[in-house]
């Protein structure tokens, strides 16, 4: 098989990049992997702390990808060990521990998931357990004194910790070596992360130094700001766009995005090259049409043009000619909730799966966001007169037509 020019893949796999430490060995790399027709060996660890994957924590995954296309090994590592650890990075507070049930039906979400980036078929999958549980007390011992805690402490989430007086577990600072200890054991040329793993992945290099190989290249990706414009994209603070979610729950949300954060969502969440992004948004294109684009190129990446389209078409249908969506759920409510043919609007949003607490329906209905056949309630105490085939609309973009069953 052959190779790109070196400087070609290099151009390729510096687009959304922050980091290479460090280019200069990169490019030495990629000239001799071309030369000897070798593929480099790519890592990226994944811990699987939560069932789903959203385009924020997907963007190293597709990094991932990029080197596949150009030839090059995709080595895929499930921290199933070092998810029991919980990484600190970007922490004020010390992880709890999970069970290694809950880990391993994560990872299992995980890699149904990925198939939507990588190409599976082709990617060298590891789990970390597979050293990390045979080693003895002796050899973590060997391992933590490959480290300074001086070293460990120039981590600023650390330094901050510390001098804040917050504590920190022993077993956080061996997060790190557990990263780079992954490395050692699967000889990689390259580790990917984002920005926040750059620490750990140094680490990586430092050992892999240590044990007479030759360093990885270690290469960041930057971190996403959510749906909110504000902090980084997580499932808990609700500004995410999941990998898996629907064409048109995915298109509305994106179509929330700040404008200001419209170039970076376009180079780091969309496959459109830079001169078609460039046309986009200096070329006197009205910001709602760019951010249509960016809606769509996001949904085609996941799923496909067709699918990117009808989500397109559905959102202007909803929200430029306030009509109903054409793909509308329909969710029965069992009769024997309902009393004289009512039910508690709080009760009407968690039996129908709008919410799923009673204090998150009462939040919604108290902010405006709850409407009944474009009756807007406000009274989290009200009851709903159940009418088969009124229509609910929570917030802008969830709608379903309400029935009655058995």
Do not use: C
Request: glycine share 8%; hydrophobic share 40%.
């Amino acid at each position: 098989m052959g190779f790109r020019k070196a400087e070609e893949q290099l151009e390729i796999i510096r687009r959304g990049v922050i980091d290479i430490v460090r280019e200069d060995e990169l490019l030495d790399k990629l000239r001799r992997s071309r030369a000897e027709n070798r593929p480099l060996r790519i890592k990226l660890g994944l811990d699987p702390t939560a069932p789903d994957i959203h385009i924020g924590n997907a963007i190293p995954i597709h990094k991932l990808a990029a080197f596949q296309k150009l030839g090059h090994t995709a080595i895929l590592i499930i921290g199933d060990y070092t998810a029991m650890v919980g990484d600190p990075t970007g922490a004020n507070k010390t992880r709890p521990m999970l069970s290694r049930e809950r880990i391993m039906a994560n990872a299992g979400t995980y890699l149904n998931q990925i198939g939507k980036i990588l190409d599976t078929g082709k990617i060298e999958l590891v789990y970390n357990s597979k050293w990390f549980e045979k080693m003895s007390f002796s050899e973590i011992i060997n391992l933590a004194a490959k480290i300074t805690v001086a070293r460990m402490m120039e981590r600023d989430d650390f330094t901050q910790r510390y001098s804040s007086g917050i504590p920190i577990s022993l077993h956080e600072l061996l997060y790190p070596l557990m990263q780079g200890y992954d490395s050692l054991m699967v000889k990689s040329d390259v580790e990917l992360g984002g920005t926040d793993q750059l620490f750990n992945l140094l680490v990586g290099r430092d050992l892999q130094r240590d044990w007479g190989l030759e360093p990885q290249v270690a290469l960041t990706t930057p971190l996403l700001e959510g749906t909110d414009g504000q902090k980084k994209m997580s499932k808990s603070l609700g500004n995410y766009i999941g990998i898996t979610e629907e064409p048109a729950q995915m298109f509305g949300k994106a179509m929330s995005i700040r404008d200001d954060l419209m170039k970076k969502y376009f180079v780091l969440a969309t496959d459109l090259d830079e001169k078609s992004v460039d046309e986009l948004l200096h070329h006197d294109v009205h910001p709602r049409e760019a951010k249509a684009e960016l809606a769509k190129a996001i949904v085609a990446r996941y799923w496909d043009t067709a699918a990117a389209e009808r989500a397109s078409e559905e959102f202007d249908k909803v929200f430029k000619e306030h009509k109903l969506p054409e793909d509308l759920p329909e969710i029965l409510l069992p009769r024997n909730e309902l009393k004289d043919g009512k039910i508690w609007i709080v009760k009407l949003l968690v039996s129908s799966g709008f919410t799923k607490t009673n204090g998150e329906a009462r939040r919604l209905v108290a902010q405006g966001g709850v409407s009944i056949n474009d009756e807007i309630f406000k009274d989290a105490d009200a009851e709903v007169n159940i009418i088969p085939g009124m229509v609910v609309k929570v917030g802008k973009r969830r709608f379903a037509r309400i029935g009655v069953g058995d």
